[in-house]
């Protein structure tokens, strides 16, 4: 079993805590807070605890290094552990910054190491359904598709909405899509602290003509997790808020009737509920890094792509500070 340490264990620090003694072997727990080292040091005795990150760098046997620290501490905490040799495996966003994401894209290749940013949703068997119908062709032609995700708090200091929660809405983008925007932009507001925006809205446009939209905010009188798809031929809601019904698909769509002189009519026809299965994405995502620990599959992959949102994530940042025309 892959040897695993933990530096963090704070709000998602647990999730992970939980997940990997149940996969691995977890033989460290990292924080900087005494009661938590107590309290969850109890609840996984074969564990040692330490507030020292050096513990688990120098500890030659160690093999994996989870980050579920504060985000301005990803970066230089996850590339230690590569310069030390361990495989890691870093919270959303490993970086705040494209050079340094791709610094750490460069170190664990040059390390032969995995390299795993924890976006959460593509581990999602609703997202590998969306996945699904838009490569088999079912939806058609993709012609947009948009996000809504907001709700009344979690409210940050140390990041705004769209590192936040546009994180987990742009590698879903992204991975839907296949490909990098061409065009960005970025408006929001500070209501509640001085230039950290808790309302942001994002424009994106692909090489493919695909336009994207994302509402994020933590301002908001609704809890809202979803992510539509518009097609040509079908259009699909992934709604995470839905126990039962988290992919629904709709045969709604255009078309251009052949006795006219070229106007178009909307159709309707039948709505499904695909079954998707009920498995834990956090599970998925933590049994996923430990294969590829192991060997298994492409280790670069996640890194690259991880980069890439990150880019994306700094174009739109810089559009959101930039003043409006």
């Known amino acids: 079993m892959i040897r695993v340490g933990l530096a963090g264990l704070g709000y998602w620090g647990p999730n992970l805590a939980r997940n990997f003694d149940d996969l691995s072997d977890l033989v460290w727990l990292c924080d900087l807070s005494t009661d938590l080292l107590e309290r969850f040091g109890a609840r996984y005795p074969n564990a040692r605890t330490t507030a020292r990150f050096e513990d688990l760098l120098e500890d030659e046997s160690l093999q994996a290094i989870v980050v579920a620290t504060p985000v301005t501490t990803h970066f230089d905490l996850a590339r230690q552990a590569l310069a030390a040799g361990k495989h890691v495996f870093v919270e959303k966003p490993p970086a705040l910054s494209a050079s340094e994401a791709d610094e750490l894209v460069a170190l664990a290749e040059e390390h032969d190491l995995v390299l795993l940013p924890g976006h959460l949703l593509l581990y999602h068997p609703a997202v590998a359904k969306m996945k699904a119908l838009i490569d088999s062709g079912e939806l058609g032609d993709i012609r947009y598709l948009y996000g809504n995700r907001q709700n009344l708090g979690q409210i940050r200091i140390d990041e705004n909405a769209l590192w936040s929660l546009g994180v987990h809405d742009l590698s879903v983008i992204l991975h839907l899509l296949g490909e990098e925007p061409i065009e960005v932009w970025a408006r929001g507001e500070s209501f509640i602290h ?132």
């Open 194 to 325: 001085k230039g950290v925006e808790d309302v942001v809205f994002c424009y994106l446009r692909f090489p493919s003509g695909v336009v994207a939209h994302m509402h994020l905010s933590w301002l908001d009188p609704h809890k809202m997790r979803k992510m539509t798809v518009v097609g040509s031929k079908k259009m699909a809601v992934f709604d995470d808020m839905e126990l039962e019904r988290k992919v629904t698909v709709y045969d709604k769509g255009t078309e251009q009737r052949a006795e006219s002189y070229g106007e178009w009519r909307t159709r309707t026809g039948d709505i499904y509920i695909p079954k998707i299965p009920n498995d834990e994405p956090l599970r998925l995502e933590c049994r996923h890094f430990l294969s590829l620990a192991a060997g298994d599959g492409d280790q670069m992959t996640a890194a690259r792509e991880g980069a890439v949102v990150v880019r994306v994530l700094e174009q739109l940042q810089a559009s959101l500070e930039r003043a409006p025309v």
